[in-house]
């Protein structure tokens, strides 16, 4: 089983820029789909973006499309999540996640870290 561990949130002014890291240990994710997703109080989890295995395609939400970029370094088993023009509304708890078994989905998960963008 892989254990994720996110890091990397934090209290950051519209318009600016955060970078968040997620870790796995317990097993190599070098042959895994990555992904992140957030969660916004009162709302749904939703996607924000998603990375191949070797890194030759990424996948976004229309809303982060252009401001977010993901990223993975599979020799430090780590994905990454660089965040910029930061809007209040990106405010979430972010997860990170990972698709282990072909055609389940993303089944692990991270813990989150809080995002909060102020005004």
């Known amino acids: 089983q892989v254990q994720l561990v996110e890091s990397g949130g934090g209290l950051v002014q519209a318009g600016g820029s955060l970078r968040l890291s997620c870790v796995a240990s317990g ?3 070098s042959g895994y789909t990555m992904g992140w997703f ?3 109080p009162g709302k749904e989890r939703e ?4 990375i191949t295995r070797n890194s030759d395609r990424t996948y976004y939400s ?3 499309k252009g401001r977010f970029t993901i990223s993975r370094d599979n020799a430090k088993n780590t994905e990454y999540l660089q965040m910029t023009s930061l809007k209040p ?3 979430a708890v972010y997860y990170c996640a990972a698709s282990t078994r072909p055609g389940s989905g993303y089944d692990s998960w991270g813990q989150g870290t809080q995002v909060t963008v102020s005004s």
């Not at 996607?47 to 998603?50: G, I, K, M």
């Open 89 to 91: 509304e990106d405010t």
């Open 38 to 40: 957030r969660q916004a």
């Open 62 to 64: 229309d809303s982060v």
């Open 27 to 29: 097993r190599t994710v």
């Open 47 to 50: 996607f924000v973006a998603q």
